[in-house]
């Protein structure tokens, strides 16, 4: 378990942003808030998707939830781990979490 | 001027971030907090810059000026534009900003 994830509950909606195709992350949020009743989401990123991240929490909720999910907070952070090469490396984080109106 | 700038005091500290080396941006900052004495600086970007303005907060806080200067908050948005086609399209854009403790 990643050290940043320790003190969550383990029920906790989350969706980590990777290469997949960009609607797919949206609707995976979309999809924890209707069908899943979440009444809170956490999409979380790591460096160049950071981008990524912020582009499907608006999308999320300035057009197909807008006016039911708000973004409620932002965190940024860091995260050293070893590269295929064995060198250590730093890579920023994102954590935004949406919450249900 | 632009719309989400309309109630900044001219007198803020903004950093824009875009295409230039890296460390440009980190010491733009660095420089506001030291040599003109910021309490205050704003890092801003769009797009794909948003990933790298993460960065620049991250290695200003942690590295380069580690205990003097915190991330005091972060809000993401959207912006309407027309682009080189004349098609509208819709950007995302971060402000981070970082306060001096």
Redesign the interface.
């Known amino acids: 378990m990643e050290e940043h994830q320790k003190h969550r509950n383990p029920n906790d909606h989350i969706v980590l942003v990777g290469d997949k195709p960009f609607m797919n992350y949206v609707t995976g949020v979309v999809m924890q808030f209707t069908t899943q009743n979440a009444n809170e989401v956490v999409i979380k990123a790591r ?5 990524r991240a ?2 499907i ?2 999308v999320t909720t ?1 057009r197909f939830l807008e006016g039911t999910v708000d ?1 409620a907070g ?5 995260e050293d781990f070893e590269n295929k090469e064995g060198r250590q490396v ?1 890579v ?1 984080t ?1 954590e ?1 979490t949406l919450i249900k109106k």
């Open positions: 460096g160049k998707f950071i981008s912020v582009d929490a608006e300035k973004t932002i965190k940024i952070g860091s730093r920023s994102v935004i």
